[in-house]
């Protein structure tokens, strides 16, 4: 719920232009930041947390349209710089099997390691503060879900002007086809009507977010508790311990 | 997701004309679905870039199993189309471009085995990025297997069970939990071997 779904073609090229650019240029300095040798030790570890979050972003929880991210827990396994390499890779595999929209990968990353990187800071702050695993993980999980819903609220609510566009203005793209103008110019008139509105958006956004927050609050706090019992030693905790 | 391993296998065994083309091609050919996608702006246009897209699906023999496929996210169009305030026109641009995209990319997944999609990439994008691309994806296939031997476990501690919420999503997280350790230790064992088989950071695709 916290990252676009929106097909390619409806957000502004600039838009997702800058999403591409921000997210290969957040990628080249982290990149640069890890050693060689622990990016290729660390590369296998990479690919089953991004094959685990993409599984869980294909199981879909029918009556809200929501499926879990799983990247908070992710993010807590493996530390804020190689999450968002891992959500990279997520968001394109994700695009080319089902969820589509190949231009909003950048943008996507981009939203998505919010998630990630704030969950593990989150995570490990509460941690600090409660010393208590159930209620640092749910906080961390739910705040940082919000911020990630709020910054996909924000994304879209920045090509309101292109949407506007695409309503009114159809047929003016760089291609035309006219041999049903007739029939668009009615529709056009039409369209004129009612303007883009995004406070319906965010009204429905909102709450369906709000779920998908508790949800996958509860998930990864039930998660971590069942790692936490199996493997202790894969969330890092024993420096921190109380 | 589920379907990957038979996408798989489709683009391995079917031999049609697009099954031939080189994989640079086809990838090239889908960047101009995309450039199509992202430059039209009226229904005729994208009727008749999904007609010829239709027809490639029809004529290289994919099964209409796999053409389900195309229609995922429409789900997720669907949110989006409150924001135009219900109008058809704008509605049916959505679908249409939603469509394209979607049997575009499934046109090209299905006709072009994925070790040489990552050959052609490797091409243009940094080593490590397609490596982690290409163990994500080796990755998701052993998930599915411990997901398969887990959904029994799953099955006979109640599944999931709307009457039985609470129940359900201890059983839910506890299987992710699962899924999550087991696929750390897979990992680790993968790592091993390949670095028995002279792995440094790159994965070596034939022909390279």
Redesign the interface.
């Known amino acids: 719920m916290s990252h676009i ?6 957000l502004p ?1 600039w838009l997702w232009g800058l999403g591409y650019i921000g997210a290969i240029l957040i990628g080249t300095i982290l ?1 640069r930041l890890i050693k ?1 040798e622990e ?3 660390r ?10 979050m ?3 972003a ?1 199981i ?1 929880i029918v009556p809200i ?1 929501y499926h ?1 991210n ?1 990247t908070v ?1 992710s993010g807590v ?1 493996l530390g804020p710089s190689l999450i968002f ?2 959500t ?3 968001n ?2 994700l ?9 909003v990968i950048g943008l996507n990353t981009l939203i998505l390691s919010i998630e990630g990187v704030l969950g593990y800071f989150l995570f490990r702050l509460f941690w600090k503060i409660l010393k208590r695993l159930t209620p640092a993980t749910f906080l961390a999980t739910f705040i940082a879900l919000l911020f990630s819903t709020f910054a996909m609220i924000g994304v ?1 609510g920045l090509g309101a002007s292109h ?1 506007e566009e ?2 009114h ?9 006219h ?2 103008k007739g029939k ?1 110019e009615h ?2 008139g ?2 004129t009507e ?5 406070r ?2 965010i009204t ?2 909102l709450p ?1 977010g709000f779920i998908g927050w508790l ?1 996958e609050g ?2 990864t ?3 971590v508790r ?2 936490h019992r ?2 202790p030693d ?1 969330l890092h905790l024993e420096k921190e311990a109380p | ?2 379907q ?1 391993p038979y996408l798989d296998y489709i683009a391995l065994e079917r031999k049609s004309f697009l099954h031939r083309l080189s994989p640079r091609f086809k990838i090239i050919s889908m960047a101009f679905v ?1 450039l ?10 994208f009727l ?1 870039l999904y007609g010829i897209l239709l027809a490639l699906f029809f004529i290289s023999r994919i099964p209409i199993r796999i053409f389900s ?1 195309t229609f ?2 429409l ?6 189309i ?4 219900f ?4 509605i049916l ?2 679908f249409l ?2 469509l394209c ?2 049997t575009g ?1 499934v046109l090209l ?1 299905a006709t072009t085995p994925y070790p040489s999609i990552f050959s052609a990439l490797g091409k243009v994008l ?1 080593s ?2 397609v ?10 296939f ?3 297997d411990i ?1 398969e031997k887990t959904h029994y476990a799953l099955y006979l501690r109640g599944g999931f069970q709307w009457r039985h919420p609470r129940r359900s ?2 059983n ?3 299987a ?6 087991k ?2 230790d ?3 064992k ?2 091993e071997s ?1 670095v028995f088989r002279g ?3 790159k994965i070596y695709y034939r022909g390279d």
């Not at chain 1, 695009?95 to 231009?103: D, E, N, S, W, Y």
């Not at chain 2, 409150?82 to 305030?85: A, E, K, L, N, T």
């Open positions: 779904h929106l097909p390619d073609g409806v090229i990149f060689k990016l290729t030790r590369l296998p570890l990479l690919g089953m947390m991004a094959a685990a993409v599984l869980g294909a879909e349209a879990v799983l827990i396994l390499l891992a990279f890779i997520v394109v595999i695009a080319l099997f089902g969820h589509g929209g190949i231009t879209v949407y695409l309503i203005k159809e047929g003016n793209g760089i291609f035309e086809f041999f049903l668009e529709q056009s039409e369209a009612e303007k883009v509105n995004l319906r958006f429905i956004v369906l949800l509860v998930i706090t039930l998660i069942y790692i199996m493997r894969l | 997701m589920i990957l995309l199509g996608i992202v430059t039209l702006r009226n229904l005729p246009g008749l496929l995922y996210p789900i997720f169009a669907i949110i989006f409150f924001i135009s305030g109008q058809i026109h704008f641009l959505i471009k939603v995209g979607s990319v997944l940094p490590s990025f490596t982690a691309l290409f163990l994500t994806y080796r990755s998701i052993i998930l599915l997901l999503l201890i839910i997280s506890n992710f939990g699962h899924l999550i350790i696929g750390i897979a990992s680790e993968m790592y390949m792995f440094k950071n």
